[in-house]
Nanobody
Framework: QVQLVESGGGLVQPGGSLRLSCAASGRVSSIITMGWYRQAPGKQRDFVANIVIPSGQRSYADSVKGRFIISRDNANNTVHLQLNSLKPEDTAIYYC?????????WGQGTQVTVSS
């Protein structure tokens, strides 16, 4: 069992930046991937980015490539998502997620709103 706590969401103007963080606790040694999905109102939950913990390999959705950066802090079992050049269409609830033992766990989500 892994518990996830997200932080760092908020309101930002177009072109601005935010940094999201996700701290994992519990069976952290079994985590294979850590990453983020997002869900806008009335839409499905979509993949944003993830990182493979053993190798450090990163993957991004096409819509965020070149703007978002995922990184990890192994000492603190934390993954960060740096959101740059934000657009109104990035507005969504961002969910942290991990995979381990063939199962996926989710955080409670953090709201990101991009608006002038």
């Amino acid at each position: 069992q892994v518990q996830l706590v997200e932080s760092g969401g908020g309101l930002v103007q177009p072109g601005g930046s935010l940094r999201l963080s996700c701290a994992a606790s519990g069976r952290v040694s079994s985590i294979i991937t850590m990453g983020w999905y997002r869900q806008a109102p009335g839409k499905q939950r979509d993949f944003v980015a993830n990182i493979v913990i053993p190798s450090g390999q990163r993957s991004y959705a096409d819509s965020v490539k070149g703007r978002f950066i995922i990184s990890r802090d192994n000492a603190n079992n934390t993954v960060h998502l740096q959101l740059n050049s934000l657009k109104p269409e990035d507005t969504a609830i961002y969910y942290c997620t991990v995979t381990l033992g063939g199962r996926r766990s989710w955080g409670q989500g953090t709201q990101v709103t991009v608006s002038s």
